[in-house]
T-cell receptor, first 113, second 113 residues
């Protein structure tokens, strides 16, 4: 089915290191991209978003980079903490395809103390 | 503001039965989208409702249906349950549903025996 791809199913990092989670998308018409974090037993939680007319957006400890030339999206987490351990999903949406997020398969981030 | 709420949180049904799940969006949000999450298929879009109208639909059989009420609360129904319908059902709300962030509820875990 439709999907936004993620490069690695699992990423293991040491506490305090920076984490980079990657995502490749296929629809060049996508307007908007979102990163979600999902902890066990919970629904996806919004982390950060970026519109297609931007290259970079920063939040608290997180940065999203968008490279439209190669249709690539990444999420950088600075000073990764044990509480960051979760599954991370990228999602895309096009304005014309109302209400429909297309999700990648997810990357599991494991933070080692 | 209160977040998206879903009821019930857990359900156990047997094959052939039907089930109704409920979702209350964030106050002021008029768009509600539903997703099915399984380990094999990931997060798959079911449908989206806005102002009591279904605006978008994913690739699921007609056994999956939904509706939205005038207060934006939404329900989804699955008839003639199959074992493969076992999944986490998530609803998400947004203001307008067009190229913007969706906020997710905790989900309803459905087990079909």
């Amino acid at each position: 089915g439709e999907s936004v791809g993620l490069h690695l199913p699992t990423l293991s990092v040491q506490e305090g290191d920076n984490s980079i989670i990657n995502c490749a998308y296929s629809n060049s018409a996508s307007d908007y991209f979102i990163w979600y974090k999902q902890e066990s037993g919970k629904g996806p939680q919004f982390i950060i978003d970026i519109r297609s007319n931007m290259d970079k957006r920063q939040g608290q400890r997180v940065t999203v980079l968008l490279n439209k030339t190669v249709k690539h999206l990444s999420l950088q987490i600075a000073a990764t903490q044990p509480g960051d351990s979760a599954v991370y999903f990228c999602a895309e949406i096009t304005r014309s395809n109302t209400g429909k997020l297309i999700f990648g398969q997810g990357t599991t981030l494991q933070v080692k103390p | 503001k209160a977040g998206v709420t879903q009821t019930p949180r857990y359900l156990i049904k047997t094959r052939g039965q039907q089930v109704t799940l409920s979702c209350s969006p964030i106050s002021g949000h008029r768009s509600v989208s539903w997703y099915q999450q399984t380990p094999g298929q990931g997060l798959q879009f079911l449908f989206e409702y806005f102002s009591e109208t279904q605006r978008n639909k994913g690739n699921f059989p007609g056994r999956f249906s939904g509706r939205q009420f005038s207060n934006s609360r939404s329900e989804m129904n699955v008839s003639t349950l199959e074992l493969g319908d076992s999944a986490l059902y998530l609803c998400a709300s947004s203001s307008l549903g067009a190229g913007e962030t969706q906020y997710f509820g905790p989900g309803t875990r459905l087990l079909v025996l």
